[in-house]
């Protein structure tokens, strides 16, 4: 999965239902979502924002923003949870991961759009997380957050993760979760495709 082309995204898109019965979108960002995912950011409270990138920023850099919108590049991803409102797809949270092969781990990091928080759009998206680290071969997955933030900590709490002190910055902390074994409750179009894929190059498949 480390070079998507733009044609085959869609492939990776999940449709998720939170516990309030909404639907959501997930999919990989793409170009066009440049002004969007921009605004998305803008909107944030302030406090959303610090808690997502441990500094006071109010969009993000040129040099950021372009990270973001490189799916698949150095095996780091950007997905975004949208929902319909008023008739228009509307970005209501966003993630973005990273695969670290050597270690065998996925490292990610989201946010909620302040209105649509309590709405459980945080839970669903964490358990995609899962299984698309279990689709990347991933066998832990870990997120940082700053100490005093308690919405993220409740929440990794509440999806099974144990918390570690942060090797390097004592404000934060660490949470931690092992994956080796596929979510199979937690469906999604990576697991699919990877399983495929794996099926495709096993010796047994062209029996």
Same mark, same amino acid.
């Given at each position: 999965?480390?070079?998507?082309?733009?044609?085959?995204?869609?492939?990776?898109?999940?449709?998720?239902?939170?516990?309030?019965?909404?639907?959501?979108?997930?999919?990989?960002?793409?170009?066009?979502?440049?002004?969007?995912?921009?605004?998305?950011?803008?909107?944030?409270?302030?406090?959303?924002?610090?808690?997502?990138?441990?500094?006071?920023?109010?969009?993000?850099?040129?040099?950021?923003?372009?990270?973001?919108?490189?799916?698949?590049?150095?095996?780091?991803?950007?997905?975004?949870?949208? +929902?319909?409102?008023?008739?228009?797809?509307?970005?209501?949270?966003?993630?973005?991961?990273?695969?670290?092969?050597?270690?065998?781990?996925?490292?990610?990091?989201?946010?909620?759009?302040?209105?649509?928080?309590?709405?459980?759009?945080?839970?669903?998206?964490?358990?995609?997380?899962?299984?698309?680290?279990?689709?990347?071969?991933?066998?832990?997955?870990?997120?940082?957050?700053?100490?005093?933030?308690?919405?993220?900590?409740?929440?990794?709490? +509440?999806?099974?993760?144990?918390?570690?002190?942060?090797?390097?910055?004592?404000?934060?902390?660490?949470?931690?979760?092992?994956?080796?074994?596929?979510?199979?409750?937690?469906?999604?179009?990576?697991?699919?495709?990877?399983?495929?894929?794996?099926?495709?190059?096993?010796?047994?498949?062209?029996?």
């Amino acid at each position: 999965m480390s070079s998507l082309r733009l044609e085959d995204l869609k492939q990776y898109s999940d449709t998720l239902q939170t516990r309030q019965g909404e639907r959501l979108n997930v999919r990989f960002v793409e170009p066009r979502d440049t002004e969007e995912l921009q605004h998305y950011f803008r909107s944030l409270s302030n406090r959303s924002r610090y808690s997502r990138f441990f500094g006071a920023i109010s969009e993000l850099p040129k040099g950021l923003l372009h990270d973001f919108l490189e799916v698949g590049e150095r095996d780091r991803f950007t997905v975004v949870a949208t +929902k319909m409102v008023d008739g228009f797809e509307t970005i209501v949270a966003e993630a973005r991961y990273a695969l670290h092969a050597e270690t065998s781990t996925l490292e990610f990091g989201l946010s909620v759009d302040d209105r649509w928080q309590g709405h459980g759009i945080a839970t669903a998206l964490m358990k995609n997380l899962e299984c698309r680290a279990a689709a990347l071969g991933a066998e832990h997955m870990f997120g940082d957050t700053l100490r005093s933030n308690e919405t993220m900590i409740s929440l990794a709490r +509440k999806s099974g993760f144990a918390f570690v002190n942060h090797p390097d910055d004592w404000k934060l902390v660490r949470f931690d979760k092992e994956i080796s074994v596929a979510p199979k409750d937690i469906p999604c179009a990576s697991w699919r495709l990877a399983a495929l894929s794996r099926q495709a190059d096993s010796p047994s498949a062209s029996v």
